[in-house]
C-alpha cells in the first residue's frame, strides 16, 4: 500500500462527498480493495453507500459490499437509540441531568438518515454528584461497571463484549456506554476543560422524545472540534468527525464566540483540515486567519503537513511515544512541560487504566505503575519501527 495512493482514495472519497455527480476513478481491483480498508478506518461506507448507490459503473460485489455496510450499521444504530431511549427515560423518570455527546445527539439530530452515521458507543454527560444513583440505575438495565479512567467511566452488559466483525458496524459488536463527568481532552498532559462550557451553554430539550439537556450547536460543534484535534494528534483521526462539523456548521449562531475562550492549538487542526476538505462548510478565511495569529509559526507548519493519510490509522509512520508529541503540543510552555513528564512518568491510576483496562479492574490496580518501563520500551520500538 503505497502513500501516494491512499491519498488519492481519500481525495476521490472527500470528492464524491462535495459533489453531487460521482465520477468513475477507473481504480483497478486491488485499489477497490484499499478503498475498502480506507473506508472502515475512516467510518465513511455507510454515508458513500447513499452517495453511489447511482453510479451505474460501480460492479455488483462493490454496490453489495456497500450495501452490507449501510444494513449492518442501520441494525446496529436501531439498537443503540433504543438503548439510548431507555437509558434516557428511566434518568428522567429519578430526574437525573443527562447529557448526550458526540454520536449519541449526532445520529439523531444532524444526519437525515441515522443510518449514515456509525456509533461506536453511547456517550453521556452527567453532573457528578448523579454517578453513584446513575450506576444504580444503569444496573437495572443490565449495564454492568467496567473501565474507569480520567476520560470516563465504561459500562457494558455481559452479553454483549465479544466483538462479531471487525469488517462491519455489525450489530452485535459491543455497544458501550460512556459516563463523563467532565467533558475533557487531555494530550498527553496539556489538558483542556470543557465542561461549564457545555452545562453554560445548554437548554432542556428532547431526544428521541425523552427529556435531556440539549448543548446549543456552538458548544456541541466546540467540543467535537476539540475531540477531532485530539483524535488527530493521536493519529486516530477519522473523516467522518470532519463531515460531522461540516453537518453542524451552518447551524452556528456565532463561531467566534466560543472559539476565543479557549487556545486555538486545540481547535485550529481541525478547522484547518474542515476548510481543506469541506470548503463549502461555512468556515470563513476571517476564522482561520484569527486562528492562526494564535499559535506559533511551528505549530503552523505542523497543521500545515496534515491529511487523512497521516492523521489516521492510515499513515505508515505513525508518531512515537505520547511524551514526544505532548512535549511539541506544549510549544515550550513551562507548567505543560511538567504536565506531560508527569503524565508520562507518574500517571494517575485512572490514566493509567487507559493503556491497562484489565488490571484496573482488579484490586491491585496500582501494579500498573511497574508495567510503565514496559509500556515506554514498547512505545519506543514502535517509533523506530516506523
Not at 480506507?38 to 447511482?54: P, T, Y
Not at 452515521?117 to 437495572?140: G, H, K, V, W
Not at 493503556?355 to 519506543?380: C, E, I, M, N, Q
Amino acid at each position: 500500500m503505497q502513500t501516494t495512493t491512499l491519498s488519492q482514495i481519500c481525495d476521490t472519497i472527500v470528492q464524491w462527498l462535495n459533489q453531487s455527480e460521482s465520477l468513475n476513478p477507473s481504480w483497478s481491483p486491488a485499489t477497490w480493495e484499499t478503498f475498502q480498508f480506507v473506508c472502515r478506518v475512516h467510518g465513511i461506507a455507510q454515508l458513500l453507500h447513499e452517495k453511489l448507490k447511482g453510479a451505474d459503473w460501480i460492479d455488483v460485489a462493490l454496490q453489495g459490499w456497500l450495501v452490507e455496510q449501510y444494513a449492518f450499521n442501520a441494525q446496529r444504530i436501531a439498537k443503540m437509540h433504543n438503548e439510548l431511549k431507555e437509558i434516557l427515560a428511566l434518568f428522567g423518570q429519578n430526574n437525573i441531568r443527562v447529557m448526550p455527546l458526540k454520536g449519541s445527539i449526532l445520529s439523531t439530530n444532524f444526519y437525515k438518515n441515522p443510518a449514515w452515521r456509525p456509533m461506536a458507543d453511547i456517550d453521556l454527560l452527567i453532573q457528578p454528584e448523579d454517578f453513584a444513583a446513575s450506576t444504580d440505575l444503569l444496573a437495572r438495565l443490565g449495564y454492568e461497571r467496567d473501565v474507569a479512567h480520567w476520560k470516563h467511566t465504561e459500562f457494558n452488559k455481559p452479553d454483549n463484549r465479544q466483538i462479531i466483525s471487525k469488517t462491519t458496524e455489525h450489530p452485535e459488536n459491543p455497544r458501550k456506554l460512556e459516563v463523563h463527568l467532565q467533558c475533557r481532552e487531555t494530550f498527553g498532559g496539556p489538558t483542556i476543560n470543557l465542561t461549564e462550557l457545555m452545562w453554560a451553554n445548554s437548554r432542556q430539550g428532547e431526544l428521541l422524545g425523552e427529556s435531556v439537556i440539549i448543548p446549543n450547536p456552538d458548544v456541541l460543534w466546540l467540543h467535537l472540534v476539540v475531540h477531532s484535534t485530539y483524535h488527530i494528534w493521536q493519529g486516530r483521526g477519522r473523516l467522518i468527525q470532519l463531515v460531522d462539523l461540516a453537518q453542524i456548521t451552518p447551524q452556528l449562531n456565532n463561531q467566534f464566540l466560543l472559539l476565543d475562550s479557549i487556545d486555538a492549538r486545540f481547535t485550529y487542526p481541525s478547522l484547518a483540515l474542515l476548510k481543506k476538505y469541506f470548503p463549502a462548510a461555512a468556515i470563513e478565511d476571517s476564522l482561520l486567519a484569527t486562528q492562526r495569529e494564535r499559535i506559533s509559526p511551528a505549530f503552523k507548519g505542523w497543521v500545515a503537513s496534515l491529511d487523512l493519510v497521516n492523521t489516521s490509522y492510515l499513515n505508515p509512520k505513525p508518531a512515537g511515544p505520547y511524551l514526544f508529541k505532548a512535549f511539541k503540543f506544549t510549544e515550550g510552555r513551562l507548567q505543560e512541560v511538567i504536565q506531560a513528564l508527569r503524565f508520562a512518568f507518574w500517571p494517575k491510576l485512572e490514566e493509567i487504566a487507559l493503556d491497562h483496562p484489565k488490571l484496573a479492574k482488579s484490586k491491585v490496580p496500582w501494579l500498573g505503575y511497574f508495567l510503565l518501563p514496559l509500556d515506554w520500551t514498547k512505545r519506543l520500538i514502535a517509533g523506530r519501527k516506523s
